[in-house]
């Protein structure tokens, strides 16, 4: 199976991540986890854009949501707290309008969806998302979103250490840069999570 890393990792180094080496599948009772798809993500000029690469991952990411509502799995979203007072990074702060931390319309909520508000880079940081988990009988996660390096790393490595079998789509997710994104993606389907296509992602949720 060809992934996005494979013109960035040397044959050094698969080898020795070889002893990671797994069956990657979606796992039971899954609920999809969208990470901060909010507006400012898709402007242009703002540094919190992830330019291209977002606009570019817009598509596949409404197929697997259409995917999950069509096999009846909760669909989970983060975004930023926009009254917080601290920081996910340590990056300049400033002041922006509320709307920018909405979800984009093109993903927009549906009733039953539930929406976590965060103040840190992992959505599992001081947020009832594990109550919610639990709730619903969740047992594993499909995710998505940006930025790789970011706030999915760091919810992905939450999942894991909270027990959740983990899938991150590889083209519904994305960052800033496209280094920072393939090197991330290598590292967490070694580790902590399997990194699935997208075709391969909306068959297993057909067969299910």
């Known amino acids: 199976m060809t992934h996005c890393w494979d013109d960035v990792i040397s044959a050094e180094a698969r080898e020795m991540y070889r002893a990671y080496e797994r069956e990657h599948r979606v796992g039971e009772r899954p609920a999809v986890l969208a990470i901060d798809l909010y507006n400012l993500v898709y402007e242009r000029e703002h540094p919190s854009s992830c330019g291209e690469f977002a606009w570019t991952a817009l598509e596949p990411t409404r197929k697997l949501l259409a995917a999950a509502r069509a096999a009846r799995i909760p669909v989970i979203y983060s975004t930023r707290d926009p009254d917080m007072r601290v920081a996910s990074t340590h990056r300049r702060r400033e002041r922006l ?79 800033r840069h496209l280094l920072s994104h393939k090197v991330n993606l290598f590292d967490m389907h070694h580790k902590y999570a399997g990194v699935m296509h997208l075709d391969e992602v909306l068959a297993q949720l057909r067969a299910a």
């Open 97 to 175: 309008s509320k709307d920018c931390y909405e979800i984009k319309k093109e993903f927009a909520p549906e009733p039953d969806d539930i929406v976590v508000r965060k103040q840190r880079a992992s959505v599992f940081f001081g947020t009832p998302l594990v109550a919610h988990l639990n709730q619903l009988g969740v047992r594993s996660l499909i995710v998505c979103g940006e930025s790789t390096s970011g706030c999915v790393r760091a919810s992905v490595v939450d999942a894991y250490s909270h027990g959740y079998h983990t899938i991150v789509v590889e083209e519904c997710t994305f960052d």
